[in-house]
């Protein structure tokens, strides 16, 4: 079985203040994907990013960073200079590819509020 | 067009009524999706078309039933529902790859949802 932990349930900050949102996760496949979606108040979620499990590189996208660590099991997210338009639920996701246990599995969520 | 739409917004409904959830897209995406989430929870998938076929299943109850008339739209026909399904819910869509292009590891791009509520 997989699973997603998200073990931030809520989290505030401070305009302009730098935030890490983090997620673990369990496979015992060897090929998988990872995703971060936001879902804001409107309720859609939108996707952030995905990786698949042999490119660690981390990636930036404007205040946006994400470092994933095989050896932790971790992908977690960084966000810079935080505004308030980031307030919203990100869910960290995986996805298993082998052919037994095709799940696409969420974590609980983290709610962000930046606060003015 | 990178939209997916979602009809109605909101729906109440009786335990005895019929009804049907609707969505639409216009990306020329050919895997569609359903999913359920309920108040503080995360989503979860219920149901997978790929190429207008019913590809994945995730137990749902069979008050539920999917229908994928056309490459566009994906239907949730809603039948003798429980006030426990009274939820958020989420249609996507992606481009259809992978293994028999269910396209769950592409990008997904959801719509707003419909707020359901069974009394």
């Known amino acids: 079985a997989q699973k997603v932990t998200q073990a931030q349930t809520e989290i505030s900050v401070v305009e302009k203040e730098d935030v890490t949102l983090d997620c673990v996760y369990e496979?015992?496949?060897?090929?998988?994907?990872l995703f971060w979606y936001k879902q804001p108040p409107s309720g859609e979620l939108v996707f952030l990013i995905r990786?698949?499990?042999?490119?660690?590189q981390n990636e930036i996208s404007g205040r946006y960073s994400w470092n994933f660590q095989k050896s932790t099991s971790s992908f977690n997210f960084t966000i810079t200079a935080s505004q308030v338009v980031d307030s919203a639920v990100y869910f960290c996701?995986?996805?298993?590819?082998?052919?037994?246990?095709?799940?696409?599995?969420f974590g609980s969520g983290t709610q962000l509020t930046v606060l003015p | 067009d990178t939209e997916v739409t979602q009809t109605p917004k909101h729906l109440v409904m009786g335990m005895t009524n019929k009804k049907s959830l609707k969505c639409e897209q216009h990306?020329?995406?050919?895997?569609m999706y359903w999913y359920k989430q309920k108040a503080k929870k995360p989503p979860e998938l219920m149901f997978v078309?790929?190429?207008?076929?019913?590809?994945i299943n995730e137990s749902v109850p069979s008050r539920f039933s999917p229908e994928c008339p056309n490459s566009s739209l994906l239907n949730l026909h809603l039948h003798a529902l429980q006030p426990e399904d009274s939820a958020l819910y989420l249609c996507?869509?992606?481009?259809?790859?992978?293994?028999?292009?269910?396209?769950?590891?592409?990008?997904?791009?959801f719509g707003p949802g419909t707020r359901l509520t069974v009394l």
């Open positions: 078309y790929s190429y207008e076929k019913l590809s």
């Open positions: 996507a869509s992606s481009q259809a790859s992978g293994l028999a292009g269910q396209g769950i590891y592409n990008e997904q791009f």
């Open positions: 496979t015992r496949d060897t090929t998988y994907y």
């Open positions: 990306m020329g995406h050919r895997a």
């Open positions: 996701a995986l996805y298993g590819s082998s052919g037994s246990a095709r799940q696409l599995t």
């Open positions: 990786r698949n499990s042999f490119d660690e």
